[in-house]
């Protein structure tokens, strides 16, 4: 194992390229016997070098002969389809590396901007994201909206079709029980998207965080919830179609 | 989320392979091994390598230096000894050689730049399992209907305000707003590379903080 990285040029020192040369090409033998044995199946490699005017080759010369004699029998298109010279190979390392490095971008991306999200709700100012960045959360609020319609629509579903009637009658129950409440707190509450109402912003998030214990579908904590009065101006579909496929 | 952790180095026994599907993967990974072995031998050394080797499932892989067919033809004995060193050769060698130094750059280029990315991506990771989180950053599964009721309304309500947000630097700057191209408007050319099918602006993974913008996008913990 090298200790420096190979700088990938042609290696100018005679003596140097020799000796690379040497270590290399035996390694590379090695790598296709492996190959062949662990994967069961048929390889020859020639090696041509400007130390000898004879190639070395793997297995043998017989073997060799034997490999490329069936690889020549293939008709021409198999035999090219998966042929490339070091250029084309290489641009395929190229391309792949350029998938992943989008893939990971994009997942990047997407988890950053679920941070910020995550922080808006506590009410912290979009004042210095970029016009970029503010696409990007808008993308990524629109994405969890969906799936909290989705799960809603679910949940409802899934209530109404359930033997548990109770538990919509305890819905129903729970909401008349927590509006009393309700009326003591004039200001909307929000999940702490307005600063100046801070101190009641600490009290919401807190009192949620003590039910994070029980996150689990039911009503049966109806009695603790409060559903906050908000406007119904809102519109869900800011984000036009075509921009997210 | 656990983390995938590969078992890493093992010494493996030179038979044959008992699983299928392990078999076809360690296929995959050591051709493309034993191909970049081939391709690193000709750059540094000047060989001419020729390698074929059949998949398990019968179909030919190839990869030769200059080409395979030449190379094959040449072993064979099916044609004239090695070509003519003349200038007119030297040269078009010395054009290809130059080429694939490029090409090799461009990869490793990009390969460092794909790895800084997988490391952001796993300190992200960990900051998001380090997070005490409040109860609307758990699974939606978890929230009860209440809960997501009033995670969806404080939603709507942020990205209203994404929207105000948004609209204000619009008019400073006169740009249509969302975008209806994708990636960012902030992204210089020089830097401009194709974002995702997805809209998000994931073409300038360094763009914005090139710009010394002050987007500040990574939370204190």
């Known amino acids: 194992m090298t200790r420096k990285k190979v700088k990938l040029a042609f290696i100018t020192n005679d003596s140097a390229r020799k000796a690379t040369f040497k270590k290399r090409k035996k390694g590379l033998m090695k790598k296709v016997s492996e190959l062949s044995t662990l994967c069961g199946i048929e390889a020859c490699a020639i090696i041509y070098s400007p130390y000898d005017t004879s190639p070395e080759v793997w297995p043998n010369t017989m073997g060799a002969q034997r490999v490329l004699a069936e690889f020549k029998r293939m008709p021409e298109m198999e035999q090219s389809k998966k042929m490339v010279n070091q250029e084309s190979f290489i641009r395929q390392r190229i391309a792949k590396a350029s998938e992943q490095l989008k893939k990971q971008s994009k997942e990047n991306r997407e988890k950053e901007m679920t941070e910020v999200m995550y922080q808006g709700l506590t009410g912290k100012g979009l004042q210095n994201l970029n016009l970029g960045d503010l696409n990007d959360l808008g993308w990524v609020i629109d994405q969890n909206l969906k799936e909290v319609y989705k799960r809603i629509e679910a949940v409802k579903k899934g209530a109404s079709t359930s033997s548990s009637s109770s538990a919509a009658a305890a819905a129903a129950a729970a909401s008349q029980a927590v509006a009393p409440p309700m009326e003591q707190k004039p200001a909307v509450v929000e999940l702490g998207l307005d600063p100046m109402q801070r101190t009641q912003t600490e009290w919401f998030t807190d009192w949620m965080n003590s039910n994070t214990s029980d996150q689990h579908i039911g009503y049966g904590h109806a009695d603790e919830m409060i559903l906050p009065n908000f406007n119904d101006n809102h519109n869900a579909n800011v984000w036009p179609n075509n921009f997210y496929p | ?221």
Request: charge should be positive.
């Open chain 2, 1 to 221: 989320m656990t983390r995938r952790i590969s078992k890493g180095r093992q010494r493996v026994e030179m038979v044959k392979m008992k699983n299928a599907s392990n078999l076809q993967v360690t296929f995959s990974k050591r051709r493309a091994g034993l191909f970049k072995k081939a391709s690193e031998l000709c750059t540094l050394c000047g060989a001419e390598i020729a390698i074929v080797v059949f998949s398990p499932g019968d179909k030919v892989f190839s990869f030769g230096h200059p080409n395979v067919d030449t190379l094959v033809e040449r072993f064979l004995g099916r044609d004239l000894p090695p070509p003519n060193n003349d200038v007119h050769n030297q040269l078009i060698v010395a054009h290809r050689e130059a080429g694939i130094r490029e090409l090799n750059t461009k990869l490793m280029n990009l390969e460092e730049v794909l790895q800084m990315e997988k490391n952001h991506g796993e300190s992200l990771q960990e900051i998001r399992r380090r997070a005490n989180g409040q109860w609307w950053e758990s699974p939606i599964e978890e929230l009860n209907l209440f809960q997501l009721q009033h995670l969806k309304e404080a939603l709507e309500r942020l990205e209203q305000k994404v929207e105000k947000v948004a609209q204000q630097q619009k008019m400073v700057n006169n740009l249509a707003f969302p975008f209806h191209t994708l990636g960012s408007a902030w992204t210089p050319p020089t830097c401009a590379r194709e974002s995702s099918s997805y809209g998000l602006n994931v073409g300038a993974p360094f763009a914005n903080r090139a710009i010394g913008s002050t987007s500040s996008v990574v939370p204190n913990y």
